[in-house]
């Protein structure tokens, strides 16, 4: 298998019971995974994109993690992904929507 660029997470809030009962979900992540996939895909970005169990900053959600890049983000939407992939394209990140450092 070949290793994919990029691996990016989005918070869909899974709970010990397996039920996705919190904020992230609640918020639409799930949609939000959809579109970060069909995104990639248009855009040519070679990643693996997966729903996570609760990253543990719910006040900030929906939360997007990319990796190998460990840029986490925060409160994303459709127009945000849109300029986060604009970025990820350039090998840059974000600031305005880090909730890192």
């Known amino acids: ?11 869909n809030s899974y709970r010990v019971a397996g039920d996705a009962q919190g904020y992230c979900n609640k918020q639409g992540s799930t949609d939000l995974i959809q579109y970060i996939m069909e995104e990639c895909g248009d ?37 945000k992904i849109d300029d986060i992939l604009d970025a990820l394209e350039e090998g840059e990140a974000v600031e305005d929507y880090l909730i890192t450092d």
């Open 1 to 11: 298998m070949k290793k994919p660029d990029f691996h990016i997470l989005v918070c």
């Open 43 to 79: 855009r040519g970005i070679d990643a693996a994109v997966s729903s996570t169990a609760c990253l543990n900053v719910c006040a900030q959600g929906p939360i997007m993690v990319i990796q190998p890049n460990n840029l986490w983000y925060g409160g994303i939407t459709e127009e």
